[in-house]
């Protein structure tokens, strides 16, 4: 007897459109984070001068306040901040991806193997992960670049260092749940081999669990990133990072706050709209949770 | 009892050793010779050879680490670069600074997150339900040093209404000086009674107290409004309401009691976490506590400052994470059969 995996449940897409209907916060998330990332992809086309995001300045109109040629008025190289702005949907959301989607190739197996196999290899494992999450993430991440040279490469080697042992727990209690129960023990019985019982009913088992996580962990990450930037030891000019521009426009801030205020928003509503999108993919994805009314 | 005690303590002895080691293989990801960047940048070959020397780096790996190990318990945790100090020195006179501000963040959290977890949970899918909870995630996704900055521009720049930065206004140190116990400006006001400088010190403590309470209010003001949540509809609240107990009562005696042992195991969590983000907030307002350690640290290439303040609060968490177990523990039962 073999119980497939279950995909998404059915019921999910009724729900879905429930949810949809009482849980306008929900909406919210869903549709900013849509407009961020096609803000992301369609930059050129957005951006008025998309030279701007990068080495471009223009001496003769720097720090002009907001206009409607400037929407967002302009740096202290004369570039037009809401240009920057918009290319900067391209950074750090694109480094949060990367952070996660190495966190979760690194995790991932270790979990599976912690889980699955129990015993020494557990023990070992687990209390690797113990170590680093005995750090607050910000911390491990800021210790780790601001030893290295600061680049994006940096931070993204930081956070990933501090963000896999999450997912490693994550799975590896799952696929331990997974591993007890009886069609696993009859699949092993049987003579089926581990990799195959892995990939067809530990895995497909822990997902869901894991996709909740990834996205809530999204705003986490993007944050994470826009303080290292902020603190320097990130993305460096003329790259539009937001961290970086807020951290740039600090020295101008008392007078010219739009290099401040705008930057820093732009990180803000992407975190609040990842935020809000994984709360509502919880809801979701996770019928054994009440909705959150 | 006493067995859990035992074992979570030898776990975090396990977990503190790991995190050495940990510390001193990032110390040891500085890329270059730490030899020749110790000796500067004229050094010959055969001063850089005697500085590798002195600091043992010519010895094999493990020892290394051993050594690092006892000098780190002998309270050696290395010479800051730019302050020309015991690492451990500088901690210990600028942790109390920090402690007093995430201190004062952590309880205007506690303060306002739990009464607006509780209004949330009671009115359940209302406007104030709604307008709490778009609080809750714009207060959990704000980037701190943004919102240090916009709140220096909002209250000083534009307002003239609170301070701008530093502990207390210095031109007191004239007038009514204050005299130094804990390093806690407000803390040493209180005991000596100089009601002056208490005053000034307050107006000082709130913005970077405001912005460091941003998180953990929005994590209080969720976690309170979930398990009350979960609470009412358990059997023994309901029994209550049907005693004819009026909402109130039922909200704020009965269902807001099992959210405190959620709230006491996130706090340890939430207070490491803040530690942390006074790195990015400390410098704005010139408050020199870790942070602007840290912080100076950082832009100075200073290694053994990075790795000590990342040692402390990594040692602060641990400990911080093995007392909220343990009171757990004696509060519920069932967890030390685990």
Avoid at chain 1, 94 to 121: R, T
Avoid at chain 1, 197 to 222: A, M, W
Wanted: with cysteine; glycine share 6%; net charge positive.
């Amino acid at each position: 007897m073999i119980e497939r995996p279950l995909p998404v449940p059915v019921a999910a897409r009724s729900r879905i459109a429930g949810y949809l209907r009482t849980n306008p916060l929900l909406v919210v998330g869903t549709v900013l984070s849509l407009l961020i990332v096609l803000v992301a992809v369609f930059a050129p086309l957005i951006a008025p001068y998309p030279g701007d995001a990068g080495s471009a300045t223009h001496p003769l109109h720097t720090l002009t306040p907001p206009s409607a040629q400037h929407w967002f008025g302009t740096d202290q190289l004369g570039r037009d901040v809401f240009s920057r702005v918009v290319y900067g949907a391209r950074v750090s959301p694109v480094i949060a991806i990367f952070v996660l989607l190495l966190a979760c190739v690194v995790g991932i197996p270790l979990g599976v193997s912690a889980g699955y196999f129990g015993g020494v290899i557990d023990d070992v494992i687990m209390r690797i992960t113990d170590v680093f999450l005995a750090f607050p993430a910000l911390l491990l991440a800021l210790a780790i670049a601001a030893v290295l040279p600061s680049s994006i490469t940096t931070v993204t080697f930081a956070i990933t260092v501090t963000w896999w042992p999450w997912y490693t727990r994550l799975v590896r209690g799952q696929a331990a749940s997974v591993a007890s129960r009886p069609f696993v023990e009859g699949a092993k019985a049987s003579g089926i081999s581990s990799a195959r019982i892995v990939f067809r009913h530990v895995l497909p088992n822990s997902i869901t669990p894991l996709i909740v996580q990834v996205s809530l962990d999204v705003s986490s990450v993007i944050l994470t990133v826009s303080a290292l930037s902020f603190l320097g030891l990130g993305a460096q000019d003329p790259t539009p990072d937001w961290g970086l521009m807020v951290n740039q426009g600090q020295q101008y801030f008392t007078t010219e706050w739009w290099l401040v205020t705008f930057p820093g928003l732009a990180i803000l509503v992407t975190a609040v709209a990842f935020n809000l999108l994984g709360d509502a993919l919880r809801d979701v994805l996770d019928p054994r949770r009440l909705p959150s009314r | 009892m006493t067995r859990y005690v035992l074992r979570r303590i030898a776990l975090a002895i396990l977990v503190v050793a790991g995190v050495v080691v940990l510390t001193f293989v990032i110390a040891r990801m500085v890329p270059g010779d730490p030899a020749a960047s110790w000796a500067g940048p004229h050094a010959s070959a055969e001063q850089i050879a005697r500085v590798r020397h002195q600091l043992g780096l010519d010895r094999p790996l493990p020892e290394q680490i051993v050594t690092y190990f006892t000098g780190l318990v002998r309270g050696n945790w290395g010479i800051s670069i730019h302050t020309r100090q015991p690492v451990l020195q500088d901690i210990t006179a600028r942790a109390p600074i920090s402690i007093e501000v995430v201190t004062a963040a952590i309880l205007l959290a506690f303060l306002f997150g739990v009464p607006l977890g509780l209004i949330s949970a009671r009115w359940a899918g209302k406007l104030p339900d709604g307008a709490i909870r778009v609080g809750a995630v714009l207060s959990v996704s704000m980037p701190a040093f943004w919102l240090a900055l916009i709140l220096q521009l909002v209250f000083f720049q534009r307002l003239h209404l609170l301070p701008v930065a530093g502990q207390y206004d210095p031109n007191l140190d004239y007038t009514s000086p204050l005299a130094q116990y804990t390093r806690m400006p407000v803390v040493d006001a209180l005991i000596t009674g100089n009601w002056i400088v208490l005053w000034s010190a307050l107006r000082h403590l709130v913005l970077p107290a405001v912005v460091i309470a941003s998180y953990p209010l929005g994590v209080f003001t969720r976690m309170v409004r979930a398990s009350v949540l979960d609470t009412v509809s358990e059997d023994h609240v309901r029994a209550v309401r049907a005693l004819g107990f009026s909402e109130r009562l039922v909200y704020s005696r009965f269902a807001l009691r099992s959210a405190w042992v959620p709230i006491v195991s996130v706090t340890a969590l939430v207070f490491a976490y803040s530690l942390a983000n006074t790195f990015l907030v400390e410098a704005i307002f010139d408050w020199p506590g870790l942070g602007s350690y840290a912080a100076d640290s950082i832009t100075s290439l200073d290694t053994p400052a990075i790795i000590g303040v990342t040692l402390f609060i990594a040692l602060v968490y641990v400990i911080a994470n093995v007392i909220v177990d343990l009171v757990q523990a004696y509060l519920d039962p069932r967890i030390r059969l685990t």
